[in-house]
């Protein structure tokens, strides 16, 4: 009803400020955080325009075609559909990454395993061979393989969808990665590798209903269900990544705020040393690193 009401209210969204105030409005009442800037990246996307530019030109006119496009991307907003969805793009280690509801939407906590990643493999004496598992949108894998000169980089995913959109991803930003689709470990047998990093899914399954619908609803649960206590992929990753290992070879995972210490458990009880907790920029534990045994 009141979307209703709004729609016939659009024709008096007549510049982008009264548009942009609108959207804001609209999407705080229906809880989305963040609202004005939402409201702000849609219109940009919409208009094809920097967001500063609605600062600069308040009254900028929006035809009423334009009015339409945004109204249809703010009522998909107001759904709770992720905004990197509804802009097909999202920011990762300074790079764009597009995105689709077949991928998790890189998270900035993420960064934090490709800087660990990074810090290590520049001080490694020769160029590396990596492998990144559960890859999504290939955030990890194309942002090693753009920053390390010289490695070279496989990626796998269970999702053939997943692996398309990092293909995708690695061909837009001239990264040089092998995919291949297949179970987990599965299609690398036999391959041999100096660091092999994931972010699996690693929320326990009784949680994801519990999380914003922007996560909960709308990313692939297959991305997010770590099992009944989340830890599936690191009681299988702890066993299956040690043949695919080169001796003193590492392993990095990214793991949720208060997993260290049972991750660690795991990769202990797998005969794994030297392992590490690393802190993300909010101070949580976020990444696990280990020696091969
Ligand atoms: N970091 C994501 C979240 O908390 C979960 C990612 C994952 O399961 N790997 O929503």
């Not at 796998?156 to 001239?174: F, L, M, P, T, W």
């Not at 690398?188 to 100096?194: E, T």
């Amino acid at each position: 009803m009141k979307a209703c009401y709004l729609m016939d209210e659009r024709d008096k969204l007549a510049t982008s400020q009264a548009a942009l105030q609108w959207a804001a409005s609209y999407l705080g009442e229906l809880g989305v955080r963040d609202a004005r800037m939402d409201a702000e990246l849609l219109l940009a996307h919409c208009l094809a325009q920097p967001r500063l530019r609605f600062y600069l030109e308040p009254q900028r006119p929006i035809t009423p075609a334009e009015r339409e496009r945004f109204a249809e991307l703010v009522f998909r907003r107001g759904r709770r559909e992720p905004l990197q969805y509804i802009t097909g793009s999202q920011e990762f280690m300074s790079l764009e990454f597009l995105v689709s509801p077949a991928v998790l939407i890189p998270r900035a906590d993420t960064e934090a395993l490709v800087e660990t990643a990074l810090n290590w493999a520049r001080i490694q004496p020769r160029s590396l061979r990596i492998l990144d598992l559960c890859t999504g949108s290939g955030a990890v894998a194309v942002s090693l393989a753009h920053y390390l000169a010289g490695a070279e980089v496989w990626a796998g995913d269970v999702s053939a969808a997943a692996i398309e959109i990092a293909k995708a991803n690695a061909e837009r930003h001239g990264a040089q990665v092998c995919f291949a689709q297949g179970d987990l470990t599965a299609p690398f047998s036999g391959a041999v590798f100096d660091l092999i990093t994931a972010n699996p899914p690693y929320i326990a399954r009784d949680d994801i209903s519990r999380l914003e619908p922007e996560v909960g609803v709308a990313e692939p649960k297959m991305a997010l269900d770590g099992g009944e206590d989340g830890l599936d992929f690191y009681r299988r990753l702890s066993v299956e990544v040690v043949p695919l290992l080169e001796p003193g070879g590492k392993a990095m995972f990214e793991i949720g705020w208060d997993q260290g210490p049972r991750v660690q458990a795991i990769l202990a009880e797998a005969g794994f040393s030297a392992i590490e907790l690393i802190k993300d920029y909010a101070g949580h534990h976020r990444v696990i690193t280990a020696t091969r045994p």
